[in-house]
């Protein structure tokens, strides 16, 4: 079955780190690349970067830039998404999706699968 | 930056057609794709590349696109299409994604 499994629900401090994982499978995993996605609550979807599974080339918006990393390790087929320092806002369901885009450069991203979520509560 | 603009809401009765619209400066550029996400749910793709439908979704979903504004036509529209539909592209670059803010359809 073609999937992307999502790790647990997480509650931080801010200040803090969190890291996500998402595992892929019934896919070849290194064809692909993977975006990460945000929803804080109802409010609308935020892209957050993309990771190549192939050559680990990485495009981060600005959103996040200097505070996130995104890392694959191939030997699983899971991908990785950590945040730093985080704050209040960054409070939000945390989705990987398969991106479909140029799997060397990050272009032309659109996608056409996605995990199921993960929740993030950043308080005090 | 890249901006795309939907309309904040849309409503129509059972068998009718939707039509949700999507405008951004980078869209002749840029292909658009869509997404279904139901209340308490992940996302679903119901459009790739301004025009793909991806393996099964309904034949009643279509897309199009021209010049500045792409289109999602939900043709026979059904209480089960109710949900919050949104558009994404991507900058000229083509490097950085962006979503529309997002079109709550409600089905009558």
């Known amino acids: 079955q073609v999937q992307l499994v999502q790790s647990g629900a997480e509650v931080k401090k801010p200040g803090a780190s969190v890291k996500v994982s998402c595992k892929a499978s019934?896919?070849?995993?290194?064809?692909?690349?993977i975006s990460w996605v945000r929803q804080a609550p109802g409010q609308g979807l935020e892209w957050m970067g993309w990771?190549?599974?192939?050559?680990?080339?990485?495009n981060y918006a600005q959103i996040v830039q200097g505070r996130a990393t995104m890392t694959t390790d191939t030997s699983t087929s899971t991908a990785y998404m950590e945040l730093r320092t985080l704050r209040s806002d960054d409070t939000a369901v945390y989705y990987c999706?398969?991106?479909?885009?140029?799997?060397?450069?990050?272009?032309?991203?659109?996608?056409?699968?996605w995990g199921r979520g993960t929740l993030v509560i950043v308080s005090s | 930056s890249h901006e795309l603009t939907q309309p904040p809401s849309v409503s129509v009765s059972p068998g009718q057609t939707a039509t949700i619209t999507c405008s951004g400066d980078a869209l002749p550029q840029q292909y658009a794709s869509w997404y279904q996400q139901k209340l308490g749910q992940a996302p679903v793709s119901v459009i790739c590349?301004?025009?793909e439908r991806p393996s099964g979704i309904p034949e009643r979903f279509s897309g199009s696109s021209s010049g500045t504004t792409a289109t999602l036509t939900i043709s026979g529209v059904q209480a089960e299409d109710e949900a919050d539909y949104y558009c994404q592209s991507a900058d000229r670059s083509s490097t950085y994604v962006v979503f529309g803010g997002g079109t709550k359809l409600t089905v009558l």
């Open positions: 999706v398969r991106d479909r885009g140029d799997i060397l450069t990050g272009t032309g991203h659109y996608f056409d699968l």
């Open positions: 019934g896919y070849t995993f290194m064809n692909y690349g």
């Open positions: 590349k301004d025009t």
């Open positions: 990771i190549s599974a192939r050559n680990r080339n990485t």
